[in-house]
């Protein structure tokens, strides 16, 4: 087949005569045979460019069965193979000729490699959406009977995913086929099936009619949930969420409710980890009732579960479940377990709960938050392990509007403070980045008692992330307390450094500076900014005369042109004089821009 094939192709390149469009087709062609897996991969991911040459027939006559015989090839050429074939529906003439491409990917899909697999079943299901009605019975409902009755398990598994493409198209006796041969894939003897079966039931399900589901597709459901395989179960867990939304709330509560709880007590700590994963989803599924009286003791166990990974998994899943309840059902049941799990072993316990704790503050409002939540918010503060920290600083804000900025100020503040100058880099700067909204919060007199000082400070740190992140915060600060604020507080101190004996850290004044200068007013600008930016030229460093003429090059759209000419450009020539390349580049370039 594949050398008729390209000698079907090199005669019609014989008939074009003199045109020699298709000799790269030709050379295409070739190269889907040749020993360098570089050039097949190549020229598979060119086989529309094929098709279009050859023309719709063609393609359907001699190209899909040439490439329905190359199924042996590298994973990674039938990988783009697959990937391809899932476009071609326009290249073999459009839905009524799509069924053709049915029989290479059914090849590809049978292969031993899992990621080719997928991609054949999701290429299978974008052909199968566009094929007519007749094409369903006649095509792609027997390629589903011929992967899920073969020998080799591999093909049962991609069985698996065309059901739902087939069904609901397929006619009524041919339906009955269908779910029987998925019955049977749910039982088979090999556990890579049944996973597969379990991990698409939920997707199949939702394609059968309504009154089938609890007949014939809750019995198939309860089998996996009992299977002595906890890979099945697990995967398992994802189905109770889809199944109890096709279902009425009294058939929910009876099929699926009793297993979600016995899933929450499985002896496999993978499948409670994936409850604790899932848990959010099936409460909304089965209803806000249902889960308050049901769930929620299953919840419970599952936050103080002796497995640290289903404790994370139930951790961050708090806030969302105390959402769903009364604040007194919160206190009574949730916050005794949020203590516990505010002083857990595993550092990642309370990582997850730091980053959704705060969250549960306006579910209970001020005076419950102030005698429940607030020791478990300070305790996370002072933890020792960073991202604990971290999670806790990115949602101050939540707890600022339940509790109010003075209680906030005398409780938390202490604690911010402390971990401005945290020894980890990374919870600083979450410090910088919160700074603007708490200033705003606590006025302008309060906040330069108490934080003004610190993000001076942050300006001469050791670590650059934190200098950058400072400037932008005081550009910040002067827009939240305005132009007259900032001139009073913050650029006298800026220009106290600018003779700092460290580089770095002049170079970050500068920078500071011209943050600084979209936000004062244009006194300050020309008064005092303009010309310190300018006495920064005569600096020794290279690094910092380059810069200069940068914050420069900035500064031109914020003066008047008789500035320009008067200050900027004289500086700026002057640059265009020094001994270093780089600094002559950056004036020469800010010149062009005056």
């Known amino acids: 087949m594949i050398g008729a094939f390209k000698q079907n192709v090199s005669s019609k390149i014989g008939e074009d005569g003199d045109d020699n469009s298709l000799y790269p087709i030709a050379i295409l062609i070739d190269e889907l045979k040749n020993e360098d897996v570089a050039l097949r991969l190549n020229s598979v991911k060119r086989l529309g460019t094929i098709a279009l040459a050859l023309g719709e027939e063609r393609t359907r006559t001699e190209l899909i069965p040439f490439l329905s015989e190359s199924n042996d090839d590298e994973d990674e050429v039938l990988l783009a193979m697959a990937d391809e074939l899932g476009a071609f529906v326009p290249y073999v003439g459009g839905p009524s000729y799509a069924h053709y491409l049915l029989p290479p990917l059914e090849g590809l899909a049978i292969v031993e490699e899992t990621v080719v697999r997928e991609r054949a079943v999701e290429s299978l299901n974008k052909v199968g959406a566009v094929l007519p009605d007749s094409s369903i019975a006649d095509h792609l409902v027997p390629l589903i009977k011929r992967l899920a009755t073969t020998d080799w398990f591999t093909s049962r598994v991609s069985s698996c995913g065309v059901f739902a493409t087939a069904y609901p198209r397929a006619p009524p006796h041919l339906r009955a086929d269908l779910r029987q041969l998925y019955g049977k894939l749910c039982r088979d003897d090999t556990p890579m099936v049944r996973r597969a079966a379990a991990f698409r ?35 398992a867990v994802e189905t109770c969420g889809p199944l109890a939304r096709l279902l009425n709330k009294s058939d929910s509560v009876h099929h699926v409710l009793p297993i979600v709880q016995k899933f929450a007590q499985d002896k496999s700590w993978r499948v409670r980890y994936n409850v604790a994963q899932q848990l959010y989803q099936l409460c909304e599924a089965l209803g806000p009732e249902v889960a308050r009286n049901e769930l929620v003791p299953a919840y419970v166990k599952l936050l103080r579960d002796t497995e640290a990974e289903v404790r994370v998994a139930a951790a961050g899943k708090v806030s969302a479940v105390c959402k769903m309840l009364t604040p ?60 604990v920290r971290l999670n806790i600083i990115s949602k101050l804000d939540q707890v600022n509007q339940v509790i109010g900025i003075d209680l906030l100020a005398q409780s938390l503040l202490p604690a911010i403070e402390e971990l401005a100058e ?128 940068k914050m420069l090059q900035r500064l031109l759209s914020l003066v008047e042109p008789h500035v320009i000419e008067q200050q900027i450009k004289p500086c700026l020539q002057q640059l265009t004089e020094d001994s270093d390349v780089d600094v002559t580049y950056y004036a020469k370039a800010a010149l062009a821009a005056c």
């Open 201 to 235: 039931l939920g997707s199949f399900a939702d394609t059968v009619e309504p009154e089938i589901v609890s007949k014939e597709i809750i019995p198939l459901f309860q089998d996996l949930t009992q299977d002595d395989q906890d890979s099945v179960r697990l995967l």
């Open 328 to 387: 007194d059902r919160v206190i009574t049941s949730i916050v005794p377990c949020v203590k516990e799990l505010a002083a857990d072993s595993s550092q990642h316990v309370r990582a997850a709960l730091a980053s959704v704790v705060m969250e549960v503050a306006p579910v209970l409002g001020k005076s419950a938050t102030i005698e429940h939540l607030l020791p478990v918010f300070l305790s996370l503060l002072k933890d020792d392990f960073p991202d």
């Open 422 to 549: 945290d020894k980890h880099w990374r919870v600083r700067l979450a410090i910088i980045e919160y700074i603007p909204l708490l200033a705003a919060q606590l006025g302008s007199e309060f906040f330069e008692a108490k934080l003004g000082p610190q993000c001076m400070k942050w300006l001469q740190d050791q670590v650059f992330s934190i200098r950058a992140a400072a400037t932008d915060n005081l550009a910040k600060l002067a827009q939240e307390f305005g132009p007259d604020w900032a001139q009073e507080h913050l650029v006298p101190q800026v220009l106290t450094m600018v003779n700092n004996q460290h580089y770095l850290y002049r170079m970050t004044v500068l920078a500071a500076m011209t943050s600084l200068a979209s936000v004062v007013s244009h006194e300050t600008l020309y008064q005092t900014i303009l010309p310190a930016v300018v006495s920064c030229a005569q600096d020794k460093v290279p690094n910092i005369r380059f810069n200069v003429a």
